[in-house]
């Protein structure tokens, strides 16, 4: 029986064997030894013992089994189709003066390019979940991890390259992870191959330079000089001196990442479909200052959050929105659309641009309750860990340009919302009290409405509402 077997085998020169899923690439041999589950399924028996010496440790390096998977860009959002490759990046902590050369197809110009990758490259292994590239949408960047354990054998994009949600992104061999010595042994037969030709070219020009004779020198080198004696000679011919020119004069051009591109889209696409105006305001802020002095401690004790002038704003201008519907509405098309909630979207400073997380259905907070998630949105920012569902929606804006110490400007609309309001740092001025004069803080505010859903009645009441409450935050507390 055994010797029936090793002929069945003998007969099996160069072929490819397909058992469901995997794929083993057989080299040319007469006397294979197979002693493999997979091998198992087509030779109909568990183990096959030894054929003419020929030892199975050695083949089964040759008759590794393979599953490949390709991974596609994943689902961003509802609204995102695409984004923008900006980094391949891999958990390991390798030194940045190393970066290495990886092989890629571009998707976008079909060619295959030499990259340098500053971590991540094709025969890597990565874990499970172990992040793997960083895509930049129009609001947020989105991390993208391994959906399982293998080695990059394939990638599919360059950094900078917009990729589209659902296309390919990389090829995974599923597998664990490779044993140590074995595949930097690969890594490091290809590497001289690639640092060595420059080399190697550069010694001929070398040589033909210095055999070249010295008339012949001579001869090249006269044109140079020549063209280096002409240039003064024409600023010599001109009696009128250059005005001198006093210090740097340099310019550097830097490319609009999506998150800027998007809010100048944004931005042009608010002035030009909202008919937008600005009604002003000021408020003292004499009774919330004192409310903050006296509980800002035990607020903090208690509850481990910054008690600022935020909280206030947002719950008046929740009060107000629900008294002024058409405040808290958009349009839609054709229709008007009344929201019985109240979402605000605070406005974020990062390094990339402006953000809008929301704080949902405000209405029912406390002011401990607003501080908390204002605070926690802010921290997010700061680590750049906003998600698109943390923007997303938001029927009115709250923008405090006085952190950064402005005192009075026009905020604009965040389509397509009809409201936002601008606050702005607090000066102490002089105002009338019962007729006397008195120094107090105070601190002006801006309302920009759509004047096509709000008329300017309910845009000066919305105002002289959050006013009230904020001069006197016993109103908030008593909800008149």
Known sequence: MHARIARTVSRTTTSTLKPSMNAFRLVSS???HLNSPAAAMYTGVDRVRQVNGLHYGALHQQFRTYADKVVKVPQMAESISEGTLKQWVKQEKKSPKSKRVTKVTSKVNGNADLM???SLEVGDFVAQDEEVATI????????VNSPASGTIIEVYAQEEDNVAVGGDFFKLELGDAPKEGSAPAAKKEEQPKQEEQPKQEEQPKKQQEESKPEPEKQQQEQPKQQQQQAAPSTSSSNNEQPAKVYGNRNETRVK???MRLRIAERLKQSQDTAASLTTFNEIDMSALMALRKEYKD???KKHGVKFGFMSAFVKASAIALQELPAVNASIEGPDL????YVDVSVAVSTPKGLVTPVLRNVEDMSFVDIEKNIAAMGAKARDNKITIEDMIGGTFTISNGGVFGSLMGTPILNPPQAGILGMHSIKERPIVVDGKVEIRPMMYVALTYDHRII???EAVT???RLKEMVEDPRRLLLDI
């Open 30 to 32: 007469r006397n294979l």
């Open 116 to 118: 340098y990758f500053p």
């Open 136 to 143: 930049e949408t129009d609001k947020v960047d989105v991390t």
């Open 256 to 258: 609009m990442n999506r």
């Open 298 to 300: 035990a607020v903090v």
């Open 337 to 340: 659309v009344y929201h019985d």
């Open 455 to 457: 008329d300017g009645r």
């Open 462 to 464: 919305f105002l002289v």
